[in-house]
Nanobody, 125 residues
Framework: QGQLVESGGGSVQAGGSLTLSCQAS???????MGWFRQTPGKQREGVADIPTSGGVTYYADSVKGRATISRDSAKNTVHLQIKSLKPEDTAVYYC???????????????????WGQGTQVTVSS
């Protein structure tokens, strides 16, 4: 059984930056790793995605130009750096993996089949 462990959340002032990390273990194969975020009462929003074998990365419009997703294949870890943080970036951030192949839609919640526990990011103005 696979496991995802997120780290790097915390409190930061607006304009600052933060890097979240997600280490995956126990999976036979991972096609994509993604980051989502959720605030109370709202649907989970796809933030960024990266294929584990290299290729196109995807970003939500809300973070495009401010976020960078990267991977360390040797450590089975994905990082998400967000710069120029805004109060509206405040959310619980979740790491997710897609372990199956075939047709899928990046940054769509239903495309991913396993999730981490989440890490809180709070941006104060």
């Amino acid at each position: 059984q696979g496991q995802l462990v997120e780290s790097g959340g915390g409190s930061v002032q607006a304009g600052g930056s933060l890097t979240l990390s997600c280490q995956a273990s126990g999976y036979t194969y991972i096609n994509n790793m993604g980051w989502f975020r959720q605030t109370p009462g709202k649907q989970r929003e796809g933030v960024a995605d990266i294929p584990t074998s290299g290729g196109v990365t995807y970003y939500a419009d809300s973070v495009k130009g401010r976020a960078t997703i990267s991977r360390d294949s040797a450590k089975n870890t994905v990082h998400l750096q967000i710069k120029s943080l805004k109060p509206e970036d405040t959310a619980v951030y979740y790491c997710a993996v897609r372990t199956y192949g075939g047709t899928w839609s990046p940054l769509r919640e239903s495309s991913y089949n396993d999730w981490g526990q989440g890490t809180q990011v709070t941006v104060s103005s």
